[in-house]
């Protein structure tokens, strides 16, 4: 099979997965997926797609598997003393003039093959370790990008540009934008160690290549756009600090709306964007279609069940993110600890009587949290970990009610910069919150936990205010934690978490030098807290966003 059938073939494939045709896109991909570059990548890709939407291990370790034949079968079609044998050397014009067609796509595909098997091991945990392991083969992919950029560069002058010619350009723009965009999201320190290896990541190049990867007409613009998406409806919230380009991410989404009305993956994203709007009520019924789209990969329901979840939690419809918290329990493995701890925790918030309609136990709920958790790669989930430590006020002959639990779990996912859209579900959060604060120090006898739970009841109670405008009082609750740093027992992410949103209260209101250092304390005086580089990711993005070079912070 030549390169310009296996490009159409290829195409086919993208437009059966894209209409929910899943199994029928793997199909025409498998049998020429040894003996074809293109039908290998196109192959792999779909199953590490699969298995970076349901994060579940066994996914996983199948994405993984099948990318290792891809890059055998890459393998062979490259060059025999190929681009990239001394990484040192940059290409030669005539070096590059060698290469054929076929060896050029070929380099470019085994780049993509090493990177997305990278981006695997990166999606399997937030620690870092993992990343840097596979750094020597990331490397090289990186190494192949920079020098087929090189190419493209000393090629663009030439008339005799071809369709295969342009799917090679949508190759490097795909790589080198996604390896600059995830690069630029690492904090500082881990940045240094992967300079010293040879990366630097630039975020606005890497925007730029996606940008104009995804206004081609390649076969990688679908990838080039959903790269994006990803980042402006997941990434810049859960690892940033929450500013999302939701405008950008529409007008990405837009034609592929028109093209595929009932991709599954397609209504996903523009449900959450919707989600991002605030519009969640528009939210819910699109997530709705989304579920009814397609019944073969049930991955693409769990995801929206995760999110109608978070909706209901916004609106404190606890009854209806009880249920869906529920369905994640029963049907989706990516973590059973935090589906069981949410569930318990949307439990917390119901009145007594609801709680028995449902059947459930809290007690026993948030006591089997921890027999749930798993390691991957050695290593805890992060979030995990903070689950397990909040179940264990269980465990006791004597439990100890926690406070807030699902409010608590909407700060870890960033959830208040979401409902912050909203002025009237932040006012009833703050209600919510208010309410509790009373009961808390209206009880006669305090449990060790006392100062622990009123300074998380401030830090939330601050973030509404913040989001509401009421900069001054949110500013008042955020000092109130911190000025209690020593007399807090267990929840020690508490104090630089506050300093971080202190930091932000101040970048808001234009005091820059002072939200620096709110930052950069938090960032450099403390360690060894709960979902330690989660934070580190957000202090990134924050000091980044204020325009803090990391090399002038130790």
Known sequence: MD???????????????????FSEALELLRPWSKDSMYHALGYSTILVMQAAMTFEHQDIQMGISTMKEALHTCQRFRKRSTVVESLSSLVSKQSMDQLSE?????????????????ALTFVQDENMINFIKGGLKIRTSYQIYKECHQVLQMTQGNKNKNETYHQFEGGVKLGIGAFNLMLSLLPGRILRLLEFIGFSGNRNLGLHQLREGASGTSLRAILCTFTLLL????VSLILGIGE???????????????KFPNGSIILFYDARIDILKG????????????????QEWKQIHHLCYWELMWCYSFQQNWLQAYRYADLLCKESRWSKAIYVFQKAAILCMLPDEDVKTTGEDIVSLFRQVEGLRQRIAGKSIPTEKLAVRKARRYTGAQPVKLILPALEMMYVWNGF?????????TECLLITIEKEETTLKNQTSHTEYFIDDLCLLQLLKGLCLKHLGRLLQAELCFNQVIQSEKQIKYDNYLVPFTLYELGLLYKQQDQR?????????AKNNYKEYSMESRLHFRIHAALDSLKVTPASTP
């Open 231 to 234: 980042y402006h409806t997941y």
């Open 513 to 521: 030098e002072k939200a620096i250092r709110y930052i950069e304390t």
């Open 244 to 258: 999302a380009n939701l405008q950008e991410a529409e007008t990405l989404l837009e034609p592929y709306l028109q």
């Open 279 to 294: 519009n969640f009520e528009k939210a819910q019924s699109k997530f709705q279609e989304c579920i009814a789209a397609q």
């Open 417 to 425: 910069t979401i409902v912050g859209k909203r002025a009237d579900l």
């Open 102 to 118: 076929e060896e050029m796509h070929a380099e470019i595909c085994y780049a993509e093959c090493l990177l997305q098997k990278a």
């Open 3 to 21: 390169l310009k059938c296996a490009l159409e073939e290829c195409s086919m494939a993208l437009n059966l997965f894209l209409n929910n045709k």
